[in-house]
């Protein structure tokens, strides 16, 4: 019988993150930041990566000089390390490193010198502090620019006092920077206000990369949940970058 009334169209749910194909953000270079500890748990994370999808891994410690001091020289080394483990496993899952970059004078210092870590088309991953941005970020972002980089913003979504000021997304995007979301936000990790910012800078197609922001092998399984949610289900209509850098 002829029926009015039109299906409403189903949701596409993601048996896994092989849409992405590549993880952009994450700490599994070990013992040298807030990530994993040992290698052990790296090559963990690794295996739950690769059984979530992903074909490759660029893994991105955090350069902090007063917590986390580290060089272009000791994140290639501990990725030369974490290579070699991986190659003594049945792992097929590529390994690359870049850097996450906390935007202070420490970081103009290395851009000035060009000595930054990239990854695809000359990215440079930066973060701001959570308490407040630079006053000159957009001249930063500038200066990135004109050293050859193509910066993106780690987890916009987490900077709350960014909330209340979306016109700097747009001032940003002009600039000609882009934005990498973090999925454990989209499952909760960091609290409500949290997710639901990330859902709006989602909706107004805002975002150009997704990244995991992997610490430890309880992230994966938080993102494993987040594939049975309506929250991963919202990513289908959205095109991301992140499948450029295979």
């Given at each position: 019988m002829f029926s009015f009334f039109k299906?409403?169209?189903e949701k596409t749910f993601f048996t896994d993150y092989g849409f992405l194909g590549v993880d952009i953000h994450s700490h599994l270079i070990p013992g040298i930041d807030?990530?994993?500890?040992?290698?052990?748990t790296a090559l963990t994370c690794l295996r739950s990566?690769?059984?979530?999808g992903y074909k490759k891994v660029v893994t991105t410690p955090h350069v902090l000089r007063d917590y986390y001091p580290n060089s272009s020289?000791?994140?290639?080394?501990g990725l030369e390390t974490l290579r070699r483990a991986v190659a003594e496993t049945d792992l097929t899952i590529q390994v690359e490193a870049a850097a996450e970059y906390l935007i202070d004078d420490h970081f103009v210092t290395l851009l000035k010198s060009k000595d930054l870590l990239t990854f695809g088309a000359n990215y440079v991953l930066v973060e701001l502090s959570?308490?407040?941005a630079p006053l000159n970020l957009e001249d930063i972002i500038f200066q990135i620019q004109?050293?050859?980089?193509?910066?993106?913003l780690a987890h916009p979504e987490r900077y709350s006092y960014l909330k209340d000021h979306m016109e700097r997304f747009g001032k940003l995007k002009d600039k000609g920077c882009l934005f990498q979301l973090n999925l454990l936000s989209l499952a909760g990790q960091y609290g409500g206000r949290v997710q639901q910012f990330a859902r709006q800078l989602l909706d107004e197609s805002l975002i150009d990369f997704v990244g995991s922001d992997l610490h430890r092998p309880r992230d994966a399984e938080k993102l494993t949940q987040l594939l049975q949610s309506k929250e991963l289900a919202g990513l289908a209509s959205h095109t991301f970058l992140n499948?450029?850098?295979?």
């Amino acid at each position: 019988m002829f029926s009015f009334f039109k299906r409403r169209p189903e949701k596409t749910f993601f048996t896994d993150y092989g849409f992405l194909g590549v993880d952009i953000h994450s700490h599994l270079i070990p013992g040298i930041d807030d990530g994993v500890p040992d290698l052990e748990t790296a090559l963990t994370c690794l295996r739950s990566f690769q059984e979530l999808g992903y074909k490759k891994v660029v893994t991105t410690p955090h350069v902090l000089r007063d917590y986390y001091p580290n060089s272009s020289d000791t994140i290639r080394q501990g990725l030369e390390t974490l290579r070699r483990a991986v190659a003594e496993t049945d792992l097929t899952i590529q390994v690359e490193a870049a850097a996450e970059y906390l935007i202070d004078d420490h970081f103009v210092t290395l851009l000035k010198s060009k000595d930054l870590l990239t990854f695809g088309a000359n990215y440079v991953l930066v973060e701001l502090s959570f308490a407040n941005a630079p006053l000159n970020l957009e001249d930063i972002i500038f200066q990135i620019q004109t050293n050859g980089y193509k910066p993106i913003l780690a987890h916009p979504e987490r900077y709350s006092y960014l909330k209340d000021h979306m016109e700097r997304f747009g001032k940003l995007k002009d600039k000609g920077c882009l934005f990498q979301l973090n999925l454990l936000s989209l499952a909760g990790q960091y609290g409500g206000r949290v997710q639901q910012f990330a859902r709006q800078l989602l909706d107004e197609s805002l975002i150009d990369f997704v990244g995991s922001d992997l610490h430890r092998p309880r992230d994966a399984e938080k993102l494993t949940q987040l594939l049975q949610s309506k929250e991963l289900a919202g990513l289908a209509s959205h095109t991301f970058l992140n499948s450029t850098l295979l």
